[in-house]
């Protein structure tokens, strides 16, 4: 969690400028690549959600797996001869695909795509939308792991949250996952309306109670544009209280082996997430499905790309077959190269290795010495040279630390 603080006297964020070179990244080696896909339809859109998810009684199966086919074979040039090292299946709920659907997917990434053998595959499962059997057919199919929205193992609190799934739902859907495949994470969130602290540690000691390796936990926030934004449920947590809970469930985590390593993630030694990892050191994502965000490293050029966010649209257009899926697809300007990075690297607990900023943006590290020294001398940032890493001060007030390396160019 991030709490505010006024870095410099006029109230704003000291931001010294860089001095950026005009031209395009250069790049020694490429960073690792992940793929990520969407899967945009849910049983049900919870009140608090604001992802690329749209209510569907029954998802159109086949015109989606057809469309992505279409966005992947466009996408080829863009990732010719690299090794695919994780893929993440997000949603909405890719649990509503069918088994024989689920394959035809991973099939078509794998003939056309150079996946490694021991690629990290998660798919997201909701437990209101998951069955033994499938998980299985799933695992068999190549899912290494599930990624399950518990939520919370509160019953009164599944239903404020508009969950289809109740905590007895949520415990099978674990165990069953956990028989399936060897790998499983618990989303959980927390700052519910009306939780007690003693409420939100209840639900991560039974989330621990199923020897879990891998938590990621949510503070519950009011995201535009959702039903929970327009009317605000009762009895929300003050900040006081959020923060309580933060520290509370970050030790009781760590008292059972498991380790905040990132802003909402825990686990145990071995077991974080590879293919979110490779978010966080700034590696690359080919995005594919609709509203999907890629990022995409060449030797003189980063890309950013996005497709077209509603379902119909990117699947009308992918099967034109002429890029206009592709709703953004910019070069990143080389001044915004620091932010982005430090956006995400300063997001690990252990930070990254200081020369990770020049392999993965191509600018040396002196184009940020005066950022990097102002963070430094205000306590935010580690002062071993050899990595990029924020202090115990600089974590509580992440979001001023990383606006620290915004600049313009
Ligand atoms: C894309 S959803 C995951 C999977 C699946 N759709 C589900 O909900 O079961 C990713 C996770 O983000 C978290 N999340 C979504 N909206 C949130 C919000 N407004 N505040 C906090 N966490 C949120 C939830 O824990 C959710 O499981
Ligand atoms: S099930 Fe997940 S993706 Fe779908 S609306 Fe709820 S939180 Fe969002």
Redesign the pocket.
Known sequence: MSRTIILHPEGTVARPRAVMPAGPATLTSLPPLSVYVHVPW?VRK?P????N?HAADEIPERAYLDALRADLEQSLPLVWGRQVVSVFL????PSLLSAAGLDELLAMLRACLNLLPDAEITM?A??GAAEASRLRDYAASGVTRF???I?SFDDAQLKRLGRIHDSGQARAAIEMAQRAAERVNL???FALPHQSLEACLADVRQALSFGTEHL?M??????PN?VFAKYPPDGLPDDDLGAAMQDAVEAELAAAGLRRYEVSAYARAGARSRHNVNYWEFGDYLGLGPGAHGKLSFHDRIVRQARARQPESWMERAGRHDGSHIAEDRVVRAGELPFEFMLNALRLKDGVAASLFAERTGLSLAAIAHQLEAASSRGLLDADPTRLRATALGWSFLNDLQEMFLSTD
Not at 90 to 93: D, L, R, S, V
Not at 218 to 223: A, I, M, N, S
Request: proline share 3%; charged share 15%; net charge negative.
């Open positions: 849910c919870c608090y959600c604001d992802f998810s997000g949603g909405g709920t997201e909701n437990p990624s399950l929205g939520q989303d959980l969130m990621s949510y503070h519950l926030t009011l995201e959702t």
